[in-house]
């Protein structure tokens, strides 16, 4: 990849680094630089001096000491020049100084000299002063001579090199005179400063025909003949490559006089052996921003370096090409005609061929910037944008779009997927496709499909969605595209997945199989219907067919002898149609010549044009393989008998099905049987529906049966209309309304529905659901009862005919007076779930029940570990006798009616008899005679209460049948007779629920039903004595559709009228613990769901007599349904999840038990709740029970709610109500968990028939919660509404930590609430109000009702913190109108006891701040009066919270006597902990744990404080108060009271005072408020003892005090001090700390501003700079202006700085050849020159501006020639870093410095990523060859790293981390994670500053980045590289801040 970006290949791959791969390291001859650092040194000779004797005979010589004196007393005049009047004066005495002691050759005090002579050649002094100046250079030029000259040339040069391009023409004479006279002479000894040299002659060709520009043309001539030519070129091109100022005048120059290349040869002697720097030269020049330089780089391309002529290695042309393409986005004609000229090279003819080389690179430049990571939008629009403007040239745009088309479209669908720029992206793109051709998208499109469908293992898969991603990007409405290629591309798709079937790969590439059914579909959307009907090829004939012949292979061109006589001939066209006979997938494979076509005899001169493929040709096509498709996949579904695959394979069927609904559509009517869809397939598919387990695949299969039979008609409608077909399939259908299967009865019963309409007269669907009904096995027929009514009841929300299901319905109906045990009690179920009532009867005869026959005897059975009493027949007897009689005393009691029983209750049974029934019922007196009503009442339960033994166990069929009928005649008895003894009934209770208790267990469902309606009857006979009970068949009949009691308050009336005096009936069996057990297992056994309605139906008639059991028997009960309803919540999660389902034989939980479990709840609540007189009462009989604990039955009670029921055991004190307002939280946690079940993002479902089934079911439990919650809110707003709040806190606990910065709360449970009829804004608003008034001391409520009955946990700091988020949450701002005024006088009660008060008031300081903002936008507060008193009341509330936060509040007795926990979230409970509901007290905030770790209550109160006026008050604080008065107090109080006792504590400074600065800041007005703190905090000695983090916000507030008062920079001047004090008690030292932080100061506020901000303000900066360098060396300031210099380069623009670099070179040289001459190791002077260096380094980074002619003096150019052949230690090297580098690395002993981590070198970096530059010199040494580009970008670590790098700080060791392995990475100190030193991976390189330490010990330390400086510059100007701005930005911010010991 880096070679297709432009990298220059070498001859061979890079070889391992010499020093990497040899382990002989010692063996190296000593002068041999580790590190290749030969490699840098300029080939000048050795500068020759003076010898020393020489120098010793002029110092002592006593004329030249006096010439000395006189040179040096006319350099200080210059201080007295004030004005540029002055200046020829002082000429004038240099001049003559020198004209005084003509013997001498030397001039003294040459550096100073230097200095003030380019100081005169300021372009600002007039050109009479600039001529003096230049005669006094010539007369020093003259004197020192050329030898003098070549030693001194960089004194003289700095001044006159840049001076060219200022020379007025007077003047430009005389200096192109000294160019001529004394430079061009020196020849060779030029090369150290040619290219500086060069760019100041350029500026003499920028305009062509002025007067000098043929002498400056001549000069520029004889200086490329002085020095060698390559070197020429190459300055040539570094010039180009880095100063964009020189490239126009530098191309005049070339176009005269650059030599023509005509091979290789040439361009070796005249480039080199390696033209990458030339290549990189014209890249960087053609991107130029100016057009005129543009235009001459392409000219000068197109004349010397034609493509054609292949001067340009590949991978350079690449780079070359890449970046030449981009000047056709400048829209210019010129340009774009120089461009194409260049790509298409000289040409003849008209026809013009882009082949070659040209193409290639282009190509492979379109790509590689295509595969680019850039996330910049115009990087990445780039590409696209070229793409639309290279569509003009069409001999070059098409080629080249037909070779990236597909790169193009995938790096698109990259950036779009990744987010980067997807929308803009794809607009640029959308011009880029409407202009290309569309036969070209589709034929590339059509080319993927053809390689990548299907893709092998080894290959990604990328085409299809590819194909998908552009469908959806882009807009398909061009009529070729619909008509013609989409169309052809569907059946393309077809007949490609068809391939794959045949080879029986389906499974194999399953996944792409289904992409690829998906893409068919999408297309169906885009092609008009119009191209499927029958007449679309006679409408599309007359249009134009379509031809291919663009991208058609190019044929051989005819020979030119032929030219004229084959053009004088008409070319014929041959047009193509689709023949239905032939394949389709060649026809197409041929019009988009996807595999080479075999030439043809007689088709050379004609033109193939195809008419395409549409019509019933293309219906008929596509229907084919899709048929055949369907038949192979279902197939695929026989075979696959482990079901491992049917997800894949049923996403295929219902694709497919789609694809054939969708084909379907579009065919002819059929007229004859033949024309009908028929054949093998369609059998296969109806055969599946039968046979397959998977149910979407059936549904998929039948919906598109039925559809295409009754809709389209296009199947005939015998296909399904027969028994032998039909039965099966809906018997397989039948199987899924089974329980197991409720997510799918909705679906499973449309489409009984549907094949209902397809045997509308037939009725065979209906014959079969008949059939089920009638079916002898017994299990079989009773789930056949219960699917029935599962269809029945969800049929009634399917509006169908009527009349169907007649036959099903009435067996129904017949089943009620059914024989059968089984039928009967589905029947009921049916019925009493479905209609409105049902009736019974029962009836026996005495002397067969009595008969001695029926033996039996007492035992005892054990369920749960308790023993239960059971009667066990020990013989057999006539059953069925006793059946018959039961019946028909059944028969004859109904016959009767009421006045018969009343007969049979006062007629005593015949003394004959009496000995037998005594001896059966146990009469102890047989004297007192029996009634026949209680003969047989005694007889029914004796025989209910009796099983058969194991032995006889043919017994148990009839045995049922008895128990059947025995009930069924009780219960007729007790319903019909006003009056039956108390004591009967309770023998009644005690036998019924001791029978239940065993059904339960040996699930006997049909018995229960029975005795459930006995006990019901039983218990209305005890409350109505006195008259006329209602009919048990009555009161039950009064059901709801959804099984719900709706005549419960009625039912429960008796009870309540009659009072106490009947309760007593009920209460012995109904307090039992044995009841209690019961009924908790017939509401949680699983078996014994199917009755579940009936023991609700029980339960709710038995409320009314169990007001005196609450705790022992209701609560159970409640606790039980909340378990119920839990778990079914559970269920319906794992029942509707997209996932496998483990299909067991348990009883599952149905949506219809959750109502029923609902209803009951919210029965049993409402009767809770409201009954008053509930209470505890043990009735004598259970007292001992109770008290024992029943065995087995402590775990009885459910830990549902989540808490013991009351800590008191004190029964009668304890209300119901209390104990379940007590629980209330738990009760509607549960609610509103079931509610979540129905979000869709709570339950993914698989299938859209579940999703609908899902949504039914949550529509129904939605409104039944609603109802329950609306009841409850009703009667309880405010327990309710607190159990909203402690609900929405769990949920939510990071909501009450105000530093959270988390994503916004889950306001689900707020949903849920404020969707409860009653629950408006205003009365939440209201009932929190009254909630907070209750829990604050001494606040008198307004509640005028009763007190509050459950006391919440949340206190009413909690309460107040929701109230703000309940005022955010509210969606409509019109709810707020209500809610102001509320607000306002509750706020208002906190004002007279404000002290005590004090914790609340940063609470209600949010909550206003909440509804100001919010009402600000709105009208309401348009009202000035409204506002006014807002804003006094929010001002006063603000006011409080500043003083609190200030700690200037009366401290009082705010705490009230509070306990420590009173801070808490939520106060624990002193009676248990909540499991489920944890208070969030419980939840380790961050706030408690500041707390716990130290904080006190005010800290943490005045934290809360600090963070609201951060986050909410001060930036709405000018909407929320207006007025500018009110704003300005309310700041100055807060910097009064808070921020400025703050940052005087100059504790780290407060990071929440600064947040608030910054805040303020931010208002224009509160300027003067904070101005003179802030000034305070930055004059102290320690502002930058600071972390970067909070440097940056300060860097805000100084920017804003330095925009308001402009004259702050100008005091801030006057502060730096340049001269001592003359104080008498000063230290000097620290005045020069001071001096130094003042400076530094400086440098922050120049950092803080943005470019150019301080232009104005420059000179008198350079001028207090200039004063400072006049101090000593040894003051701290002086590392102090190198830094501020730095940050002058970062903040003021290059070219304002020229005026600056005389002084700066002086000094810079001077401090140079201080280390030069002596080692000098002070440590003021090792950091001088370490900061110095910095500044270089910065420099070279930058590489802009003036600055740019002056690096050679410093670095010397690493041009290869000069690089390779100046070994080190051959000759002493011009540059001073060089030079000083020289020295070091020969004082340095290997192991030394010289060598820093050499250990570490030995070791190759395998875990480093990408090297570094010096391993990359190594490279090239070890293979004796340059390093190319490509070599340099794998191997640089600068700004290319794969990972965050971290700088090493203040670790000598450390320094050059982040460019060699050689480099040791300090730990000592990381840089903070938010500095910005981390940059993410760019696109291209960038360079980086190499020095990153902060101080050293030795300048040997510095050998490595003066060894290595010149060949970084060097490589990263080879490599174009940018710099990294953001890394230079966090170096200067940590160099700044701390560290440097100016602080301590």
Known sequence: MMAESGASSSPRPPSPSLIASSPQQSSLPKNISIVAASQLRSPSPSPKTPPPHSWGELNNDPRYKKYVQLVERNLQSFDNVNEWADVNPFLSKIMKSFQAYPQYSVIPKSLTVAKRLAQCLNPALPAGVHGKTLDVYAYILETIGPDQLADDITLYSYGLFPFLQHASLSVKPQLLDIYEKYYLPLKDRLKPCLKSFMIGLLPGLDEEGSEFFDRVLGIMDNLRKAVDETFFFQCMWLILITSSQHRGPALHYLGRRMPH?????????????????????????????????????????????????????????????????????????????????????????????????????????????LLSEGEELQESQKPYRVFVSLLDEWDIGYPVIQAVFLDALLSLKRHVDAGHH????????????????????????????????????????????????????????????????????????????????????????????????????????????????????????????????????????????????????????????????????????????????????????????????????????????????????????????????????????????????????????????????QGPWLDKMRDACSTMEDFATIDSMVTTMVELTMDLKVIMPSFLDNRQHMRPIVDRIWTFLAEEFMHLHLRASQLLWMLQDVTYTSHEVETAIASYLVLDNTKLRVDAFQKFGVFWRLSDDLQHNSSAFVRPMMLMLDSLSSTNPSNRRAGETWIRSNLKSYPRLLDPLLLVLYDQGIVRQKAEETFHNEYFPVHYYIRNFNQAQVQYVFNTLLTVFRFGGLGFLRSIRQSTIPPEMMSAVADVVGVTDPKSPHTYLDCFVRSALRFIESEPTSDYKTMLNLNEEIHMVAADFLHFIISKIDHVDTSLLAMIHKTVINKMLYCINHSRLDLQSRLLHLLHATILMGTTPTKKPTPAGQSSSNLTRDGSVSTFENSSGPSQANGDSHESLFRVVGSSPLFVKTVFDALSVPSNRPILQHWM???????????????????????????????????????????????????????????????????????????????????????????????GTHGLVANVLGTEVHPSDSFQENKARDTILYNIVGIVHIFTELWSVFDQKTVITASDAEAASLQFVGERVRARVKRILTGLYKSYPSEVTEAFVELFLAENPAVLDLESLKADPDYRTLDILSVVPGASPLAIFLTLIESIRARTQGMSTTRSKRPNLRISKATDIVLLRFLEIYCTYLPSVEALFDLWPLCLSFVREYFPQATTYKYAFPSLLRIMTVLCDRLSHTTYFDDKKIRRDACDLYQRVLDYCILIAGRSFDQGIWLRNRNPQDFEILEESDDSRETMNRPPSSTQTDIDQARRAGKTKEDVLIQQIQISLCQLVIPNLRRILQEQDRVTTTITNLMYYVIAPSLKSRVGINDSSVDLLCEISKIPFAYRTWRKEVWEVFLDNRFFVMVPQVARKWKILIQTAMTSEKDRLAELLGRISTSPTSALFTSRDQESLNRALMLRRLTFVIWSGTVDQY??????????????????????????????????????????????WPVLLTELIQLFNLFLTDENDRPEQVNLFLSACKFLDLLFILENGVHFIHQWIFISDAIRKTVMHSPMGEAMPHALMDRLGKKLFEEAPLEGYAGIGSEQVQQPPQSYQGSTIASSINTAVADERWPTENDILEQMSFGQNTSSLSLPLSSPSGMYADMSVQAKVSTSSAVPSGSSLTSSTPTRALKRPMLTMRSIQHVRELEFFLTHVAQYVYHTTYTLAKPDTQFIEALIERDMLGGSGLEE
């Open 1655 to 1700: 232009l104005p303000q420059l000179p008198n900066i350079q001028e207090k700079l200039v004063e400072l360098l006049k101090l000593s060396s040894t003051e701290q300031v002086h590392p102090e202006i190198y830094l501020c210099l730095r940050v002058l380069l970062c903040r003021i623009s290059n070219q304002h700085l020229n005026n600056f």
């Open 1097 to 1191: 139906d029980f339960l709710m008639l038995a409320l009314p007599f169990l007001t005196n059991y609450f705790r022992r028997v209701l609560l159970p009960v409640i606790q039980c349904l909340c378990d119920q309803i839990l778990r079914s919540r559970a269920f319906l999660l794992e029942a509707y999840a997209d996932k496998a389902r483990n299909v067991t034989g348990n009883p599952n939980l149905t949506d219809q038990d959750l109502m029923i479990f609902l209803t009951g709840l919210e029965r049993m609540l409402t009767f809770s709740l409201s009954e008053a007189r509930l209470g505890e009462e043990v009735d004598s009989v259970h007292k001992q029970e109770w008290s024992d604990g029943l065995r």
């Open 422 to 677: 997807g929308a803009e992206l794809i607009q640029t793109a959308t011009m880029w496709i409407d202009m290309t051709d569309p036969y070209l998208i589709w034929k590339k499109m059509s080319e993927a499909i053809y390689e990548n469908f299907p893709a092998e293992n080894d290959q990604e898969p990328y085409a299809l969605n590819l194909v998908i991603f552009f469908l959806n990007s882009f807009k398909m409405n061009d009529e070729e595209m619909q008509h013609m290629h989409m169309p052809m591309f569907l059946l393309f798709l077809l007949t490609k997945i068809q391939t794959i079937v045949s080879q029986g790969n389906v499974l194999l590439y399953a996944d792409q199989v289904n992409t690829a059914l998906s893409l068919c579909l999408m297309l169906f959307r885009h092609i008009p219907a119009s191209v499927f009907t029958p007449q679309a090829a006679q409408l599309l004939q007359a249009a134009q067919p379509t031809r291919a012949p663009k991208s058609k292979p190019s044929t051989p061109t005819p020979s030119q002898g032929h030219g004229k006589q084959e053009g004088s001939q008409q070319a014929s066209t041959r047009v193509i149609a689709f023949n239905t006979e032939s394949s389709a997938k060649d026809y197409i494979e041929e019009f988009y010549m996807l595999k080479a076509q075999e030439p043809q005899e007689g088709d050379d001169t004609s033109t193939k044009e195809y008419s395409g493929i549409k019509g019933q040709a293309l219906t008929l096509q596509a229907l084919t393989f899709i048929q055949n498709f369907i038949s192979s996949v279902l197939d695929e579904c026989k075979k696959d008998e482990a079901k491992d695959h049917t997800r894949t394979l049923r996403t295929m069927i219902q694709k497919a099905c789609k694809t054939l609904s969708i084909l379907s559509k579009y065919m002819v009517p059929p007229n004859c049987p033949e024309e009908y869809l």
């Open 261 to 369: 290349l005509t091979n290789t040869e040439d361009v070796a002697f005249v480039l080199g052996d390696d033209a990458g720097l030339m290549v990189r030269a014209f890249s960087a020049t053609v991107g130029d921003s100016q057009l005129l330089v543009q235009r001459a780089m392409l000219d000068l391309m197109v004349v010397h370096f034609p493509v054609s002529n292949g001067l340009i290695e590949q991978n350079d042309l690449i780079v070359l090409v890449k970046a030449a393409v981009g000047v056709v986005l400048r829209k210019d004609m010129s340009l774009n005609r120089r461009l194409y000229a260049w790509l298409l090279g000289p040409q003849e003819g008209k026809k013009k061929v882009f082949d070659g080389p040209a193409k290639t690179a282009l190509i492979t430049g379109l790509k590689s910037i």
